[in-house]
């Protein structure tokens, strides 16, 4: 072959190779999204560019003992560079070996019986390397992936049971685990789980702020089978247990928030579902073990093995980037002083269920009236806020005029296609409204406040809240 050409091919093979292994160039043979398992399928491309480049030698004449000798040198060196790797066996470094003897020590194609020899040992070593590495991809599969049943009549029945429990718009319905192996046809109202390539940022980071998991690098998210995030989502029917488990623990789609300053999400989803909650719920355990009548949460993203509380067990399945263990109930704690048996490092939650009614029932008495739902928004008209208390003698302003305390209000809304407001007893526009509402509504309150003496209050910002379906809830109190 002429140097040229030589170099040519040898620099095509160097840059396709370089370029899975660069993280820019790596995300442009993806279209800029990371696969699904190996995150190296184009290497098929690299395969064939070695192919072209071998016929093309081959077709200038055959090798001689040298050029044989450096493919093997590099080869060797490849194997060398994997010896670290933990997906190297020794069959592999076996049948590899016996691949290069066979090739580098047979004579020349012209003796025929040797040819054939030759021939059959590549030929043994690539069935044998690609027997050995199914087999222990099989063996890997089971102890380190999701086992997901396909489609099938069991499914069918839970679609036809989570239709007949829906309640939209009053409430949502939950699909619950285990899912399929294909994208499952979702039932009416679907809950969290779901299978989508991508998911809106906003709606991933806030279930994982409230302990939510995945599989699948994220394409996968869970259900996120809890208490407080299904009262926080209003979520009043999912599937548990081969079961349609319904509660009525749960919040409207519009609530009116208390007054306080902007919550912002930390590292522990209980406190981060407290925020959103408003109330706290979540006992610590005393020396790693929960009160009595207190149902026990584990937070252990990372952890995979068996979780288990006297006669409860469950099994857990993390590890980021891959896969994300979710916030997981070990039970209702029964005997004192009972510590649960955990698989790794982890955060216990010991929640009491009496709390978090007393706190949705303070949240219901000041949701929403009524509710409309379209196809393009959703229309809520809010209760009344109560007269303001005047003080006496009243609070002067800097002009000396008599003021009315002020009585600062934060509207916010379950996380679950809500739209919020702080007008009282108005109907408010949702994501259907436009700029031209909003403006006017705005130099209303301007002249209606300049007529009272009084200057605009800033408004208290709101908790980003989660986008269903695609569609981002509005806040009015966000802008």
């Not at 060196?77 to 070996?97: F, H, M, N, V, Y």
């Not at 090739?103 to 050995?132: F, H, K």
């Not at 319904?246 to 208390?258: A, C, G, N």
Request: aromatic share 6%; with cysteine.
């Amino acid at each position: 072959m002429p140097g040229r050409e030589r170099w040519l091919w040898g620099g095509l093979c160097a840059a396709v190779a370089l370029s899975m292994q660069w993280t820019p160039t790596h995300l442009l043979w993806h279209v800029f999204a990371t696969p699904n398992g190996s995150p190296y399928r184009q290497t098929f491309v690299l395969s064939g560019v070695l192919v072209l480049a071998a016929w093309t030698g081959l077709a200038h004449g055959l090798p001689d003992r040298r050029a044989l000798l450096g493919g093997t040198a590099v080869v060797l060196a490849l194997a060398a560079g994997a010896l670290p790797s933990s997906l190297l066996t020794s069959w592999s470094l076996l049948l590899a070996a016996v691949g290069l003897a066979a090739v580098a020590g047979a004579p020349p194609p012209r003796r025929g019986r040797y040819g054939v020899l030759a021939a059959l040992l590549v030929a043994g070593t690539l069935l044998g390397q690609a027997a050995a590495t199914t087999a222990y991809a099989d063996r890997e599969r089971l102890a380190r992936l999701d086992d997901y049943p396909p489609w099938g009549p069991e499914h069918e029945r839970r679609a036809a049971a989570l239709a007949a429990a829906d309640g939209w718009p009053a409430y949502r319905t939950d699909s619950g685990l285990p899912g399929s192996r294909a994208t499952t046809p979702p039932p009416r109202r679907p809950g969290r789980r779901v299978l989508q390539q991508p998911h809106p940022a906003v709606l991933t980071e806030t279930l994982a702020a409230l302990g939510g998991g995945w599989t699948s690098r994220g394409r996968n998210l869970l259900s996120l089978d809890n208490p407080v995030t299904d009262a926080l989502f209003g979520v009043g029917a999912r599937w548990r247990n081969g079961a349609v488990v319904r509660t009525d623990v749960r919040l409207p789609l519009v609530t009116v928030r208390p007054p306080g300053p902007p919550p912002a999400y930390g590292r522990s989803p209980f406190r981060n579902q407290e925020l959103l909650l408003g109330a706290r719920v979540y006992e610590p355990p005393h020396a790693g073990a929960c009160p009595v009548g207190t149902e026990v949460f584990l937070w252990a993203p990372n952890a995979t093995g068996p979780a288990r509380l006297g006669d409860h067990e469950t099994h857990l399945l993390g590890g980021q980037p891959k896969r994300r263990a979710a916030l997981t109930s070990l039970g209702v704690q029964r005997t004192p002083g009972l510590k649960p048996t955990l698989p790794g490092p982890g955060e216990l939650g010991c929640l009491d269920h009496d709390r978090l009614r007393t706190a949705v029932a303070a949240l219901r008495a000041r949701a929403a009236t009524s509710i409309q739902v379209t196809s393009d928004g959703i229309r809520a008209t809010l209760p009344r806020a109560p007269p303001a208390r005047r003080s006496w003698p009243p609070r002067t302003s800097r002009a000396g005029t008599a003021r009315a305390p002020r009585r600062p209000r934060t509207a916010a809304s379950s996380p679950s296609r809500s739209t919020t407001a702080h007008s009282p007893a108005r109907s408010v526009p949702g994501p259907a409204g436009g700029p031209g509402g909003g403006g006017g509504a705005a130099a209303l309150l301007l002249v209606w406040r300049l007529a009272a003496g009084r200057r605009p209050e800033p408004r208290p910002q709101a908790l980003p809240v989660p986008v269903d379906e695609g569609r981002r809830a509005a806040t009015a109190g966000e802008r």
